[in-house]
């Protein structure tokens, strides 16, 4: 009796265990260039060689696209930031898709937030292998979950990637995780939030990065009306205005109260942009319009 329940519940186990710890291996890899900005080519894991590649990543400089909950290669964070990187620069982009996970319920996606971001990073090793790009010039930014994947992916490479930006990373599940995104994921970690405060809503509010930004106090954003989703989404559309514009300019704030009460006097750093080669610590507030280009 004992024996067959142990054999039931190792089936058990075993059914839940093969799909919960290999979801990484779902992910799928679009990368667009300046030779071919509409149609991308697929790159598949197992077939990563340098004879395969060489030609297809054309530029020194190679960025790193991850969606979040619900998202995949085809909604609008992906062609407007992958677009606004490709407009004025010779570039190589991206785009991971994940969404055979990000399109479950939220807890199935947050759950498989660890693995996706470790497989990006296998990934990553193997194109550096082929040299293809180099973790000096390489960007990842992620979006909602996407902020902790790539958080996850750059803690797999021993945080020697050059740059990650987080645009409002996920809050549920992750908002006071360990395992959340941090400044120590690559050299430099920028973090955009926009959706930042109060039980409703969808992004971290504390600090987590290098540098923080605030915009327009990190909250309820112009032209938003209180709409979370609109708020949450303002990340990625003003992360890809600074790709093309660099336009907005946040400054230092000491303290909380100077991020809501917006007088912060601190020194200033251009929010978002490509460039590898940003410094700066601290929380900064920037403000925008309610419109494109903000
Ligand atoms: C790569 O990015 C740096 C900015 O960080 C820039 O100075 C350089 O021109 C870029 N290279 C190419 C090929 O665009």
Redesign the pocket.
Known sequence: MNKILVVFAAAVIACHAVPTTKQGEFNRYFVYTNANPRLPIEIIPGEITEESVSALFS???TTIIVHGHRGSVMTSLNPTVKDAFLRN???NVIVVDWSTFASQTYSVAAGAVPSVGASLASVITALVGAKAIALN?LHLVGFDLGAHVVGFAGRNLDGKVARITGLSPAAQNWGSNSQRINKNDALYVEIIHTDAVGILGHGIGDPVGDVDFFVNGGTGQPGCFLNNYCSHNRAWEVFAATLTNNHLIGNQCGNWLQVTLNTCRGYSIAMGN????KLGSGMFRVNTRRAYPF
């Open positions: 530029s020194s400089n620069q010779d570039i010039t490509n460039d590898f080669n």
